[in-house]
DNA sequence: TCAAGAAGATTGTCTGACATTCTTGCAATC
DNA sequence: GATTGCAAGAATGTCAGACAATCTTCTTGA
């Protein structure tokens, strides 16, 4: 096979792009739960037309990220604790059943590239900037559901965890929570290390647990 | 509260079932795998516009129905027996979950509703329709995942589901397929109804796994 | 005070257009 | 004869503008 040579100086500009930034928007929770989004509002924020962007909402919508009502137009879900439950208890299913598997294959390179990002959630976790906490987090999750030997896990597993990133952020907020978080990745990391299936399916599970807990606090709290 | 009043003589023609017939579409298998789908042609046979088309598009693609490369369109993506594979075992983990749930939790007319939908692939199960077994079956999954407590779990299990539908289709023409699936769907709806968690479990599992060898043997064979 | 109605805002959808990027068929060359 | 190069056609990516249907909000009248 030839080298890949589609080098293509000037990239033309995709705008496929478009949903990537508008989902990150809603990470980074730009949108309060519940607002209307208005398509005019974003054409010009975005700098794109109108059909444009309903492709990029449609998309979106397909994912769960917003709501699109009839005559109404899309809104970011306020997610109710019932279904944030429920995300994270079939998050529990997949993550115990990706680090079981990541347990028995990981290769050591890609264990190597695990503990360097359990360092970067550590350093993120002795800060204050709970965005950078979850997105470390998020990266080890990552690189343990990519290494699981199922894509679908993996991909199933993203999407779910998409949705709950607002929770996220507010729990990694709480009094303690991301060194105790730490805590728990570590032994995930461990148990991936010594090849021991069970403890990391056992640590994975509580770890899982724990942030669950910590999301119905926060939203207790109405933080 | 008063009444809704919301009759609607003529439904103005919602086109977001736009989505729905070309989801159909492909659940049939009207489009090959790897064959690619022009826009302009869609249009006139749905009879709407390449704007709406278009967003209709995007929401298949990110169900993963349908693949959008840039520049060179839609196309009904050829499932690889690894990615299929995956899918089972995902599958596998959901409804062996949902099945030992829902033998803790369903109630007597949901019991019956399953039991109806049983009989219904009963019956397609003696017929040559393979598209009514896979229905009908797919009813019998819904009903459990439906009350097995867990939304998301049922929601990404009907995701993961749409994307084998053509695979099912096939491994049901298989000789006697249809008639095993039959008895381990029974296995499965007794267990339940006899609330035994674990025995809902075991045999949930022993069906999708034959599923699935069923499933390779008909790409085997290349049928 | 409250309800009916009108004005404004927003969405759903279409037409038409054009640049860019494939695809394909034909001709020229080795 | 096989390969290369090119040109015509097809298809996609994107936009602007338009208009009806619907929702929201505000005003006005009872």
Redo the contacts with the bound molecule.
Sequence with gaps: MPPDLNLRISP?????ETVDKLRLAIFSGLFQPGS?????QLCTQL??????L??ALRSLEAERLIE???????SVPALSWEVATAIYEVRELLEVEAAGRCALRISPEQLRELEKSLSAFEEAASSNDSLAQVMTAADFYSIILANCGNPILEEVHRGLVARISFFRGRSMSLEGRAQSSLAEMREIFESIAAGDEKAARKASKHHVLRAKAAAKISMDNGI
């Design positions: 033309r500009t995709v705008q496929r209307r989004l208005i398509e005019s700098g794109i037309s109108r059909p444009s309903r492709e699109i009502v009839p005559n109404r137009g899309p």
